[in-house]
């Protein structure tokens, strides 16, 4: 039933059923040099709200 990929697949556990988060921060200053980059992959991505959380937390740097 699995065509064979028995032989070579993890098997399930405990992780198979955990969901993954990443948390990335970035300093002021590394977000200003990166937020550009950021913003044209979120858009090219089609993903305008994170392109303008980008752009609030980028303009609202103290």
């Known amino acids: 039933p ?3 990929t028995a032989r070579f697949y993890s098997v ?3 992780e198979t059923f955990m969901k993954r988060t990443s ?4 300093t002021k200053k590394a977000l200003d040099e990166v937020s550009d980059d950021i913003i044209c992959l979120a858009e090219t991505e089609g993903l305008e709200a994170h392109a303008r959380a980008i752009r609030t937390r980028r303009d609202n740097i103290c």
């Open 2 to 4: 699995t065509g064979g």
């Open 12 to 14: 399930l556990n405990v």
């Open 23 to 26: 948390i990335i921060s970035y």
